[in-house]
Nanobody
Framework: QVHVVESGGGLVQAGGSLRLSCAASGRTFSSYIMGWFRQAPGKEREFVAALSRIGGSTYVATSVKGRFTISRDNAKNTVYLQMNSLKPEDTAVYYC????????????????WGQGTQVTVSS
């Protein structure tokens, strides 16, 4: 089992940057697919980015490609989401999640979820 906790959210102006962190418990952290999702008010939770188990493959939503970067440090049991050139439409609660298997793009593949961290981008 994995317990994940997000941090790093906050208020930033459009064009600014934030780095989210996701600290995970468990000795088998490197065996999980790790993903970031977000949910804006009144909208469904959507895929943002994900990393394969060892970090060899990354997946990024079209809406954030070129602006967001996902990475993991297996030695620290941590996944990061570097967000640059933020836009007001990036405002959402961002969730970190871990999956044993399955498509990294699908919410249903993820077994463990954090509580989320709020990101607000002002115009």
């Amino acid at each position: 089992q994995v317990h994940v906790v997000e941090s790093g959210g906050g208020l930033v102006q459009a064009g600014g940057s934030l780095r989210l962190s996701c600290a995970a418990s468990g000795r088998t952290f490197s065996s999980y697919i790790m993903g970031w999702f977000r949910q804006a008010p009144g909208k469904e939770r959507e895929f943002v980015a994900a990393l394969s188990r060892i970090g060899g493959s990354t997946y990024v939503a079209t809406s954030v490609k070129g602006r967001f970067t996902i990475s993991r440090d297996n030695a620290k049991n941590t996944v990061y989401l570097q967000m640059n050139s933020l836009k007001p439409e990036d405002t959402a609660v961002y969730y970190c999640a871990a999956a044993n298997s399955g498509s990294p793009f699908l919410l249903s593949a993820y077994d463990y979820w954090g509580q989320g961290t709020q990101v607000t981008v002002s115009s």
